[in-house]
């Protein structure tokens, strides 16, 4: 019986829970090429970036509370990040349309991709779950916004050969953009 509700409570986890893609990416993992559609309807590809850094941070939805802060700290921090070659890209399971009013809403300064099909997470070894929906009132009109996954709020810093020199699988939403700035700035004078 105690093995039955032990697969039973395990099997419950799997489905209500996070499942994990693949085999998780840490620090010194190089990551492979990826792309997805960005807030602007067009393909986005990292092979295509020229910068010294790279930081990818996964969000749960666009439009939320933590998500915002997060967003907006990042924003705020782009100047900075721009003097220290960085790009800065968020990603989550939003659909474009979502992330287009995330964007205009809180005049994000960054591209924002939609990972509707969980690749992007699949690539870093990020676990996601069902994604939902919210309503949410933009300019006195509700929309409804779906997203097609859910991920943690994790982030990755990768240097200019893609390979990982940071990661948090822990993180403050609104402290973010300056753990990664220290962390850029340490790795920078290295």
Same mark, same amino acid.
């Given at each position: 019986?105690?093995?039955i &509700?032990? %697969?039973? &409570?395990l099997? +419950?986890?799997?489905?209500? *829970?996070?499942?994990q893609?693949?085999?998780?990416?840490n620090?010194?993992?190089?990551?492979?090429?990826?792309? @997805?559609?960005?807030?602007?309807?067009?393909?986005?590809?990292?092979?295509?970036?020229?910068t010294?850094f790279?930081?990818?941070? %996964?969000?749960?939805? @666009?439009?939320?509370?933590g998500?915002?802060?997060? @967003?907006c700290?990042?924003r705020?921090?782009k100047?900075? %990040?721009?003097?220290l070659?960085?790009?800065?890209? *968020?990603?989550? $399971?939003?659909e474009?349309?979502?992330?287009?009013?995330?964007?205009?809403?809180?005049? &994000?300064? %960054?591209?924002?991709l939609?990972?509707?099909?969980g +690749?992007?997470a699949?690539t870093?070894?990020?676990?996601?779950k069902? *994604?939902?929906?919210?309503?949410?009132?933009?300019? $006195?009109?509700?929309?409804?916004?779906?997203?097609?996954i859910t991920?943690?709020r994790?982030?990755?810093v990768?240097?200019?050969?893609?390979?990982i020199i940071?990661?948090? +699988?822990?993180?403050?939403? @609104?402290?973010? +953009?300056?753990?990664?700035k220290?962390?850029?700035?340490r790795?920078?004078k290295?």
């Amino acid at each position: 019986m105690k093995k039955i &509700l032990s %697969f039973l &409570l395990l099997l +419950s986890i799997t489905f209500l *829970g996070f499942t994990q893609n693949t085999t998780e990416l840490n620090i010194g993992d190089v990551v492979s090429n990826f792309s @997805a559609t960005a807030d602007t309807n067009e393909l986005w590809k990292s092979s295509n970036l020229k910068t010294d850094f790279l930081v990818v941070y %996964f969000y749960p939805a @666009a439009m939320t509370s933590g998500c915002t802060k997060q @967003a907006c700290a990042y924003r705020d921090t782009k100047t900075t %990040f721009d003097k220290l070659g960085v790009t800065v890209i *968020g990603v989550s $399971g939003d659909e474009v349309k979502n992330l287009k009013h995330f964007k205009e809403s809180y005049q &994000l300064n %960054f591209p924002l991709l939609s990972d509707t099909n969980g +690749s992007i997470a699949k690539t870093f070894g990020v676990p996601t779950k069902d *994604g939902g929906s919210i309503t949410r009132k933009i300019n $006195g009109e509700y929309f409804l916004l779906i997203r097609e996954i859910t991920t943690p709020r994790w982030t990755f810093v990768l240097d200019k050969n893609r390979k990982i020199i940071y990661k948090n +699988s822990q993180v403050t939403a @609104a402290e973010d +953009s300056e753990n990664v700035k220290d962390i850029i700035k340490r790795s920078s004078k290295k």
